[in-house]
């Protein structure tokens, strides 16, 4: 049988590189690609096949389509969207720009990358597009206003896409992870400190909470976190099963927050958001 063969993006850390990782060991050809070419460096260095896709740069994106194009003949079997910042903030203090940013990067380059991906799998007759989504795109919470946008426009463009692929032999699908360690905290304080002003906040003290969880050394795990191998079990599913399903939750919070969700009014259902 001919070896399948996936694009993985965010591959640096955490959930793209547990996933290449993983589908590489069960024999998939993966394509492991990452920001920085220090991080492709170290990959290679492992024996993937790792190349740059910043999904804010749409040249580098086409190029690295290309790339694929170029190392597998014309074909590709799997596309795993994945990798995304977070801009940590109260709504009010989130200026435009902010936002764009941020939706350049976890919805505008997903739909680019899967654009352009589309007419490969169309031409072979199947292909999955598998897109990393969140709890945060079936509710919101607070401070993380700017990512749940990104993700709740990513949850509703990709249900349009499955259904609008229904027929083609491409499999549209969402992953919806909780809590995993990964370093998305640790990444988000550059973009706090860049668009944020929260010292002339009209609500500048609330900020400290949320300071000090961007600042302090994490010495222990979220509740209910999971590591990202708990996502490549759901994306190994997604990928491999002969009818895969159109949503894959990982972890409790998730599972909580999509029954509460369909069961509470929204006024409880912000109620118990709102006890953490």
Request: glycine fraction near 8%; charged fraction near 25%; hydrophobic fraction near 40%.
């Amino acid at each position: 049988m001919t070896q399948r063969s996936i694009l993985i993006t965010g591959c640096s850390s955490g959930i793209g590189l547990d996933a290449a990782r993983g589908l590489k060991a069960r024999g998939w050809r993966v394509f492991a690609t990452c920001r920085q070419e220090v991080d492709c460096e170290r990959l290679r260095g492992e024996g993937l096949e790792s190349f740059h896709l910043d999904y804010a740069d749409e040249a580098s994106i086409a190029a690295a389509v290309e790339e694929v194009r170029a190392r597998t003949g014309g074909t590709l079997d799997a596309l795993f969207n994945n990798g995304a910042h977070a801009c940590p903030g109260l709504v009010e203090d989130l200026p435009r720009a902010a936002l764009r940013e941020i939706f350049e990067v976890n919805l505008f380059g997903y739909h680019d990358l899967a654009r352009r991906v589309i007419p490969i799998m169309r031409a072979q007759g199947h292909g999955r597009i598998v897109n990393c989504s969140s709890v945060l795109g079936l509710v919101g919470m607070t401070w993380r206003g700017a990512y749940v946008a990104t993700k709740f426009a990513m949850e509703g463009l990709t249900d349009v896409m499955r259904i609008e692929m229904a027929g083609t032999g491409i499999d549209v699908i969402l992953i919806e992870p909780g809590p995993i360690a990964t370093r998305i905290r640790e990444n988000a304080a550059r973009h706090f400190e860049k668009w944020i002003d929260w010292e002339n906040s009209a609500r500048a003290a609330h900020y400290s909470a949320l300071r000090d969880r961007l600042y302090s050394e994490k010495t222990k795990k979220d509740t209910f976190e999971l590591g990202p191998e708990a996502v490549t079990a759901k994306l190994v599913h997604a990928l491999e099963s002969r009818r895969p399903r159109a949503r894959y939750y990982v972890t409790t919070p998730t599972y909580l927050m999509g029954f509460a969700r369909r069961a509470l009014p929204t006024r409880a259902l912000d109620w118990l958001i709102a006890r953490g």
